[in-house]
Nanobody, 122 residues
Framework: QVQLVESGGGLVQAGGSLRLSCAAS????????MGWFRQAPGKEREFVAA????????YYADSVKGRFTISRDNAKNTVYLQMNSLKPEDTAVYYC???????????????WGQGTQVTVSS
């Protein structure tokens, strides 16, 4: 069982930056791949980024590649999403998720946080 708590969302102007954090419970954090997803109003949840348990493999959606960076600190049971050059279209609720398989599909992930709102103003 893994419990996830996101933080770091907020309101930022276009071109600005935010860093999201996701703190996980449990002593087996490094066994889990971690993903970030987002959901804008009226849209389906979409993949943003994912990282392997050891942190050696990362994947990004094309829409965020070059602007967002996913990382993790297994000693702190935390995964991060550094978001730079933010655009209004990045506005969404951002969720972190955990699973033993590295994937870009939300259906693969067993554990989810409650989400944190990111709003980018133009």
């Amino acid at each position: 069982q893994v419990q996830l708590v996101e933080s770091g969302g907020g309101l930022v102007q276009a071109g600005g930056s935010l860093r999201l954090s996701c703190a996980a419970s449990g002593r087996t954090f490094s066994r889990y791949a971690m993903g970030w997803f987002r959901q804008a109003p009226g849209k389906e949840r979409e993949f943003v980024a994912a990282i392997s348990g050891g942190g050696d493999r990362t994947y990004y959606a094309d829409s965020v590649k070059g602007r967002f960076t996913i990382s993790r600190d297994n000693a702190k049971n935390t995964v991060y999403l550094q978001m730079n050059s933010l655009k209004p279209e990045d506005t969404a609720v951002y969720y972190c998720a955990a699973d033993q398989t590295l994937s870009s599909s939300s259906y693969e992930y067993d554990y989810w946080g409650q989400g944190t709102q990111v709003t980018v103003s133009s």
